[in-house]
């Protein structure tokens, strides 16, 4: 539960910070592309994660992410210039482009320690409170990033927040790991063996599987319209970046 709380909070801290740090340098009519390019890094992101995420221990897995996730965020926060970055001519838009990304990703990884961790009656029993301090991380965060911004707190240093709450969440990961690993009362899953056939063969090998595709399709480009429908506007509305952040 404790992990939960700063993944929810970690969450929030790093979805705002990185809307603020975009209208610093860009207006709305930029946001598309930043979920093109949020899109294509996602992409490439999973596809390595679905390779790797039955080869390698669960433990060792999830730790990787994490670590990356914090590298990430290092590399933003100690080199400024990776924020102007542009490829081609064409502007990155960091760290707007990485937020689907590293929101999904960071979720991910957190489910899938738990279904490592507990068996599937006690992930059942467990889950309505962790549910509930993934949302308490998220509204203390919300309430203490409300409580800094009336004090004209410096808004670059949401950058260092979320830097700082996932120095947290990769270090309550490695305590984990070392408990689960010689603790014998905890679930230990059988290891599974790498599948004969792609992954990717299998979205499209049965008709369960391929509907549920074009669900998740769709649900991801209704979310992106609705997001950018509501981030626009809240823009006009609030062109001062305080009271937008507010």
């Known amino acids: 539960c404790l992990q939960a709380l700063f993944v929810g909070a970690f969450l929030v801290v790093f979805d705002i910070g990185a809307h603020i740090l975009f209208f610093q340098q860009y207006d709305s009519h930029m946001i598309p592309l930043a979920y093109a390019l949020s899109a294509a890094l996602g992409v490439v992101y999973m596809s390595a994660y679905t390779l790797l995420s039955n080869r390698l221990n669960f433990r060792l897995f999830v730790l990787g992410n994490y670590l990356i996730m914090l590298l990430a965020l290092s590399a933003l926060f100690f080199y400024a210039p990776l924020m102007t970055l542009t490829a081609f001519g064409i502007p990155l838009l960091m760290p707007l482009s990485m937020m689907?990304?590293?929101?999904?990703?960071?979720l991910l990884v957190f489910r899938r320690t738990m279904r490592n961790l507990y068996t599937p009656f006690q992930n059942r029993r467990l889950m309505p409170y962790i549910?509930?301090?993934?949302?308490?991380?998220m509204v203390t965060a919300a309430f203490f990033l409300l409580t800094l911004f009336y004090v004209r707190w410096d808004r670059q240093l949401m950058l260092l927040a979320s830097l700082g709450l996932m120095v947290i969440i990769a270090g309550l990961?490695?305590?984990v790991n070392v408990?689960?690993?010689?603790?014998p009362v905890l679930y230990h899953p059988l290891k599974k063996l790498n599948p004969i056939r792609s992954r990717y063969i299998e979205l499209?090998?049965?008709r369960y599987t391929f509907l549920l595709l074009c669900f998740v399709v769709l649900s991801t480009?209704?979310?992106?319209?609705?997001?950018?429908?509501f981030i626009s506007l809240a823009r006009q509305t609030?062109?001062?970046?305080?009271?937008?952040s507010k």
């Open 100 to 106: 689907f990304p590293v929101t999904i990703i960071v």
């Open 131 to 137: 549910r509930a301090s993934q949302v308490l991380g």
């Open 173 to 175: 990961q490695m305590i």
């Open 179 to 183: 408990v689960h690993r010689f603790s």
């Open 204 to 206: 499209f090998y049965s």
């Open 221 to 229: 480009v209704i979310g992106y319209l609705l997001h950018y429908q």
């Open 238 to 244: 609030y062109p001062n970046l305080v009271g937008f």
